[in-house]
């Protein structure tokens, strides 16, 4: 055996995690957590393991399709760029350069030549109906961010590795090791946290693998975050607890935002009692060093913008923002802050509904809309990319339905999945270990400054393309339809390396390319520091921008505790599942299904309903047929459905392992509700269980 290491980078999640593969010639033998990399320290989790089958995975496309009237047909890659090109371009011509919609799916993040080309080719297509997963994520913190700090990426990150005090609303980092908090290891460093004397909370409606490890863990119905942490921020400024930086502003705003929201009110609609919310505002300011963190959960819901804002001033009142062990700007050797834009808010509105744009994307809970309601501006072709808004997004019923009425759609995607069946033309990039890797995002989100480049680790087939390539090669060709700019074009040509050792080489420690590849484990930068308030846009914080300030008054207008009947569903992600994919790879499927629905015991109980019944769940927007699991875990008055599942419908058979098919989510979650920055709505959805 001519065995040899190698070592590359996960990209499957925000951890980035430092690998180390053992290749005997080409062949992967093991797939193991490189314990000399400086942030991963040897972590990984089992769909780390399952990049294997990922690798070998038959079902995963290397060269384009087409649809055609009797099936699916291979096609060579100029004829596929020619056919892609002329349909847009024709679209275009005819109805305006917003009847092409696009939308980028979670992995286009976590792909360095997606974001080095991909960005500036669907920058080409000039259109207002561009559309993302943030909108299904984490919109609020960025629209949170541009309006406090300046910036929609000047995101603090709780300095976990030295806190006091870790308070976390809607997150499970055990088992999403962590979002807009890379934070590999996190098991070892939540670990670390209590050794050191500190305290770890925990407000989830469930009990979570996070917070059964918690010194705490608070149930919070669905929804009411913004109450129970403006009410914190409340009891932090009335009795005085706190200290601001002099760098902030409008603590008087702040102060009269937060008056309505009194522990009696937060408890109310809550069902927290007001004495844990006083005693844990309490500990938290007190607290050597204390950081606030809110992720999906606090994102995702009908208040989430109110609540994103509330975890900033937790943060900022107590004088946690920009401190050691508080919240802080990590400090990437590629400055992000560069490279992408501030942000802006509501320049724009969509065609249907009027919601605002942020940061030129709409929200994609008006996508259906957008394709399935008649009128001039209608999106008639659509662009996917490295997404599956049918399983991801609200009501993907009804958008199944109207990506079926397109005109003309293409997908840059590796596999046939729910959304991309519909497309005409499927484009698909090489696979993760087939192509170089630094991560341009993430590193800028770490609780730990660190750098790495990861080149291909093993060679991609011929005749294949990776997807800076699809995007060169689509983006040359569109822009001698409609006179591309030619620094675009120029761009475009130049590979995502080269473009790596500029941004380095112009980033604040002065790397290249050429040091990195000598130091294949990465290398470390140090700790999180201070970078307030130089780091701010105008140098100041604004505590209390008026668009935040609004979404905490509706907040405390339209947050009422819930009828006795009604449930409200969240969602709920596990180790062996990721979003809408992998649900094919052997290696991480195993083992007992995950996608049942989980409820209390006394709910069941008062519906009459056994424990691994199939139950018929009902909300405003759909319906599903699903397995029910009794669970003291859950709040009363909560049930819990995982959302990426739901692979069987209309009795298309995709590429899915046995018995991992399940329901969608999403087939429930309404898109008529969105938060205050058009975020979608995924958790706190009401619905009725029954047998059946
Ligand atoms: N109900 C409910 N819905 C949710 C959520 C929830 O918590 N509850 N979470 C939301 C969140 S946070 C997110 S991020 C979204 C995610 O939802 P999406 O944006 O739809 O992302 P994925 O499901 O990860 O997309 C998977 C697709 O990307 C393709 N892919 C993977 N890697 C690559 C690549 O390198 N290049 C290309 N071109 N394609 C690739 C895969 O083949 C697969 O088809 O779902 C959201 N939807
Ligand atoms: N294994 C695995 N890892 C993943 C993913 C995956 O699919 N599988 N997806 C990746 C992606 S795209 C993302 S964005 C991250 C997400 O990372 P996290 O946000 O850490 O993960 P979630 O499991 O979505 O955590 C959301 C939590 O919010 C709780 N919750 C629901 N509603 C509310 C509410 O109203 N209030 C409060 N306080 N809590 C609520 C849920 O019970 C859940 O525990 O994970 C990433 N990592
Ligand atoms: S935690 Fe798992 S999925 Fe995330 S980067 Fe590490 S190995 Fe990959
Ligand atoms: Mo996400």
Excluded at 197 to 206: A, E, H, S, T
Excluded at 334 to 351: E, I, P, T
């Amino acid at each position: 055996m001519t065995t040899s290491v190698r070592f590359g980078a996960c990209n499957l999640c925000e951890a980035i995690c430092g690998l180390r593969f053992e290749l005997d010639g080409d062949r992967i033998v093991s797939i193991t957590g490189d314990k000399d990399d400086p942030l991963s320290r040897g972590h990984l989790c089992p769909k780390g393991v399952a990049l294997q089958d990922l690798h070998t995975d038959p079902d995963r496309l290397r060269r384009p399709l087409r649809r055609t009237a009797t099936g699916w047909e291979e096609l060579g890659w100029d004829a596929a760029y020619d056919l892609v090109v002329d349909r847009l371009a024709a679209v275009r011509t005819e109805h305006g350069a917003n009847a092409v919609g696009v939308y980028l799916g979670n992995p286009s993040v976590h792909s360095l030549g997606a974001m080095t080309h991909g960005l500036p080719f669907f920058g080409m297509l000039r259109t207002r109906s561009r559309f993302s997963a943030t909108s299904a994520d984490q919109l609020p913190h960025q629209l949170v961010a541009h309006q406090m700090y300046g910036h929609q990426v000047l995101l603090p990150i709780p300095d976990v590795d030295r806190t006091g005090y870790f308070l976390v609303f809607g997150a499970n980092p055990l088992v999403s090791n962590g979002s807009i908090m890379t934070v590999p290891d996190v098991a070892n460093r939540l670990k670390a946290l209590r050794e050191r004397g500190g305290k770890l909370v925990v407000f989830d409606p469930r009990r979570t693998e996070t917070a059964a490890r918690a010194d705490e863990h608070v149930f919070v119905r669905p929804g009411s975050d913004a109450a129970v942490l403006l009410a914190m921020v409340r009891v932090i400024l009335t009795e005085g607890l706190g200290h601001v930086a002099s760098y902030v502003d409008d603590l008087d705003a702040v102060r009269d935002a937060v008056s309505p929201f009194t522990l009696e009110f937060a408890e109310r609609v809550s069902g927290v009692p007001a004495a844990t919310i006083d005693r844990i505002a309490r500990e938290f300011a007190a607290a050597p060093s204390a950081v606030c963190y809110g992720r999906v959960g606090v994102s995702t819901q009908r208040f989430g913008l109110a609540a994103q804002w509330a975890v900033q001033l937790m943060n900022v009142v107590t004088g946690n923002l920009d401190a050691p062990g508080g919240a802080m700007i990590p400090k990437p050797a590629v400055d992000v802050l560069k490279f992408v834009s501030k942000g802006h808010f509501g320049a724009w509105r969509s065609r249907v509904r009027g919601l605002p744009e942020f940061g030129g994307e709409l929200p994609v809970a008006a996508l259906a809309e957008e394709i399935d309601t008649p009128g001039e501006g209608r999106i008639r072709a659509l662009v996917t990319s490295a997404g599956n808004p049918v399983l991801s997004t609200p009501d993907g019923a009804r958008l199944d339905k109207a990506l079926a009425g397109l005109d003309f759609m293409v997908a840059i995607d590796f596999y046939l999945n729910e959304t991309t069946r519909h497309a005409d033309v499927i484009l698909p990039p090489t696979g993760p270990l087939e192509r170089d890797h630094y991560d341009l995002i993430f590193h800028a989100f770490a609780v730990r400054n660190t750098a790495r480049f990861s080149p291909a680790v093993l060679p991609r087939p011929a005749g294949t393309k990776h997807d800076w390539e699809i995007f060169r090669d689509l983006g040359l060709r569109y822009a001698k339809r409609f006179r591309g700019k030619l620094a675009t074009r120029l761009r475009l040509r130049i590979p995502p390396a080269r473009l790596v050792d500029l941004l380095l080489r112009l980033g604040p420690y002065k790397l290249s390319l050429r040091k990195l590849r000598k130091a294949p484990h990465g290398v470390d930068l140090g700790p999180l520091s201070s970078r307030m308030p130089g780091v701010l846009v105008d140098g100041r914080v604004h505590a209390a921008p008026e668009v935040l300030r609004a979404a905490a008054a509706e907040a405390a207008r339209e947050l009422t505790a819930p009828a006795d009947e009604e449930l409200l569903l969240i969602g709920r992600r596990h180790l062996r599942s990721n979003n809408s994919w992998l649900h094919n790879a052997p290696r991480l499927v195993k083992g007992k299904p995950r996608h049942h629905l989980l409820m209390h015991p006394d709910d069941l109980a008062a519906r009459g309903i056994a424990d691994g019944a199939t139950v018929l769940v009902r909300s405003a927007v759909g319906q599903v047929r699903v397995a029910v699991t009794a669970t003291e875990d859950l709040m009363p008055g909560v049930v819990s459905l995982p959302h990426g599942f739901g692979h069987g419908r209309d009795g298309v058979r995709l590429s899915v392992a046995s018995g991992v098919e399940g329901v969608s989510s999403n087939d429930l979650t309404d898109p008529a509700v969105v938060d205050a920055s058009g975020n979608a709505v995924l958790n706190g959805v009401p619905v009725t269980v029954q047998a059946g």
